[in-house]
């Protein structure tokens, strides 16, 4: 079977409409693969209630073209799912994407062929499809994970997962809801939720610190005037340690004093964004002390705002510091176990033992309900790699490739993997994604254009590049309090087998630092990479 294609791309969210447009514009023949039925990716498939950026929206939109960011209005500081949804959709139309795109096409399997330099694809209907590239665009938080629980497919009420969230809205009027998680994509929801819910029950593994979003609506005229700015807003982002508008305090913790540090903070849990977490003192999250002192002053608001002390001192985490963990955004979130229909349940001193059909059973309890709701996060950076049967040369399995942790040459390649690079892949820069994803695919079509106009068919990172690469990624890690703690960011997820040792899955240098060394290889004419 003959190529059919130059690139096949998997994944038609951020990141794989990207990579359609610039491969297109250098005269490329591409195909895009999408489960779902429509464009958006993270947008498409978490419809949950109170779903939204933790970016500003207008450092998050592309960048690339001047008349996107003319022709499109923000209507709040941090987009909501929905609007985002129809951001992607004017993208997708504005560039006449679809024509390329293959929507309820699931890539079940890509083996790399030696002797005919391409990648055959199967989708889940059996269909075949060859390409000389493939290139995965299929993000660091694709894949849901359900928790291990006896009796989930028992219940007989209306429960879904918060990233497969059904497209009609889920009424809650007067309803007995439980949420199970208290993660990102939990906290936004119980928030929700908890406004028209007869009874509303969260069930607690592991408290997350988390700080005001203090979103608010965007004017016409006052998007008139972020326009204006644009481009000083975006090279911000290109100059900070992780591409948001927020980068930490030149300053550290333990120099100011202690009023200065007080005020510092009031300022910063004050403000819109991540300040409280990207915008804090350069060594809270090195130095356990400087962590202590930032830990106890969050601490000290959630109990200013949860009335009942035995409830804040249950939401307050014990077992990691702030910012040690990715840092969920919320508005009110605190306050909302403060109302008479909304109960804590810490399933660590009582834990759940089956979902039953009229609800769940703790170990000390019965609960009726009407609708449950896993908050249960994902398998994230490489579960949405181990969904695909992805083999590269003597057949070898990725899977097995990335055993103890994922091993990449820049993120973008891995060895015995010729002619497949991954967009937002493990050891990349991530921080505000989609300024990471316009560098990541720029840098990938570059490589793909670069091997066309050379009469190139082979392209596959070294061995010793993959080594000093992952050890560089290890080595940028040491130090830092987030990879002493269980979280997704440190390849922990106990709801799948395997994944319960910590690995350095993801890039902890800044993205200035990142692009620096991508672009070194580019000037360098890709000499690093064996092509041929």
């Known amino acids: 079977m003959q190529p059919q294609h130059d690139v096949i791309v998997i994944g038609a969210g951020i990141s794989g409409l990207y990579q359609l447009h610039t491969l297109r514009q250098r005269g490329f023949k591409v195909r895009v693969f999408e489960t779902g039925t429509g464009v958006g990716g993270t947008w498409y498939w978490n419809r949950y209630p109170g779903a939204r950026f933790d970016s500003e929206s207008y450092s998050y939109g592309y960048s690339f073209s001047k008349e ?43 083996h790399w062929r030696e002797e005919t330099r391409d990648w055959h694809v199967t989708l889940d209907d059996g269909s075949e499809h060859v390409a000389r590239f493939l290139v995965t665009a299929i993000g660091p938080l694709s894949t849901p994970t359900w928790p291990k629980i006896e009796g989930i497919d028992s219940f007989g009420g209306v429960s879904c997962h918060t990233a497969r969230y059904p497209k009609e809205p889920i009424d809650f009027t007067g309803k007995k809801v439980a949420v199970i998680g208290t993660g990102a994509t939990g906290i936004q929801t119980i928030q929700e939720v908890a406004k028209t819910a007869g009874t509303l029950t969260v069930f607690q593994r592991t408290p997350n610190w988390a700080a005001p979003l203090h979103n608010a609506t965007i004017s016409k005229a006052e998007m008139a005037e972020i326009r204006t700015q644009y481009p000083d807003i975006l090279k911000r982002c290109q100059e900070t340690f992780s591409c948001f508008l927020h980068t930490p305090d030149s300053r550290a913790a333990l ?43 969050v601490a000290r608001k959630i109990r200013e705002r949860v009335k009942d002390p035995a409830t804040a001192e249950k939401l307050i985490p014990k077992n990691h510091g702030f910012g040690t963990r990715r840092v969920p955004l919320e508005t ?99 921080g505000n994604i989609p300024r990471s994803i ?14 066309r106009d050379r009469g190139l068919t082979r392209a596959e990172c070294r061995p010793e590049g993959v080594k000093e690469w992952t050890d560089h990624v290890v080595a940028l890690g040491e130090g830092l309090l987030s990879n002493e703690v269980d979280s997704w960011m440190t ?42």
């Open 438 to 451: 316009e560098y990541n695919v720029e840098w990938v079509t570059d490589v793909i254009a670069h091997m």
């Open 255 to 297: 120099e100011v004093t202690p009023a200065e540090r007080e005020a510092h903070w009031e300022k910063l849990y004050g403000s819109k964004g991540f300040g409280m977490w990207q915008g804090n003192f350069r060594d809270i999250l090195v130095d356990r002390k400087a962590n202590a002192l930032v830990s106890e002053f």
């Open 491 to 532: 390849g922990i997820n106990r709801n799948v087998d395997g994944k319960t040792v910590r690995t350095v899955a993801r890039y902890s240098g800044s993205a200035p630092a990142y692009r620096a060394r991508c672009d070194a290889v580019a000037t360098g004419g890709y000499r690093e990479m064996a092509l041929s």
């Open 332 to 430: 009110r979130y605190f306050e909302v176990y403060n109302q008479p229909n909304v109960r804590l349940v810490d399933i660590k001193e009582t834990p759940i033992e089956r979902i039953t059909p009229n609800g769940l059973q703790t170990s000390a309890e019965s609960f009726d309900f009407d609708i449950i709701i896993y908050a249960t996060g994902f398998d994230a950076i490489t579960g949405s790699f181990d969904k695909i049967d992805l083999r590269g040369t003597d057949g070898r399995t990725l899977k097995d490739t990335w055993t103890g942790g994922p091993k990449t040459w820049l993120g973008v390649q891995v060895e015995g993997f010729p002619n497949m690079f991954m967009v937002m892949g493990p050891h990349t820069a991530l």
């Open 68 to 110: 996107l960011l003319d022709e499109w209005d923000w209507t709040e500081h941090f987009s909501p799912q929905p609007k985002t949804l129809e951001y992607l959709n004017f993208v997708a139309d504005k560039l006449d994407l679809r024509r390329d795109i293959q929507f309820n096409a699931r890539v079940a399997a890509a």
